[in-house]
């Protein structure tokens, strides 16, 4: 059964950058899809970036130019490096599996993912 662990989420200060993680076990194989998710209080979930299990990587237009998301197979892990941030990414980010989803040009559908990581708070004051 696959589980994921997100963590390094905190707060900073707009302008500022945070490193977060997604930790992947209970999959025997390197090759799988990882989108970050996020969710603001009174906001609707929505995905912000993905790899796909071909490495490649698909931003939305908000964060396109200052989040940074790549993986590290030997310790299974993808990261999510966020610079310059802004208020409004203030969200708790989550992520998502999917063993199904080789290449991504854009947010691959929900059901498409077979697990969830439980959530990092990042809170971006002004």
């Known amino acids: 059964q696959v589980q994921l662990v997100e963590s390094g989420g905190g707060s900073v200060q707009a302008g500022g950058s945070v490193r977060i993680s997604c930790a992947v076990s209970?999959?025997?194989?390197?090759?799988?899809?990882i989108t970050w998710f996020r969710q603001a209080p009174g906001k609707e979930r929505e995905g912000v970036a993905v790899?796909?299990?071909?490495?490649?990587?698909f931003y939305i237009g908000s964060v396109k130019g200052r989040f940074s998301i790549s993986r590290d197979s030997a310790k299974n892990t993808v990261y999510l490096d966020m610079n310059n941030l802004q208020p409004e990414d203030t969200a708790v980010y989550s992520c998502?599996?999917?063993?199904?989803?080789?290449?991504?040009?854009?947010?691959?559908?929900?059901?498409?993912?077979?697990?969830w990581g439980q959530g990092t708070q990042v809170t971006v004051s002004s």
């Open positions: 998502a599996f999917s063993s199904r989803v080789l290449n991504v040009q854009n947010i691959p559908p929900v059901g498409l993912f077979e697990a």
């Open positions: 790899i796909g299990g071909d490495d490649s990587t």
């Open positions: 209970g999959y025997r194989w390197s090759s799988y899809c």
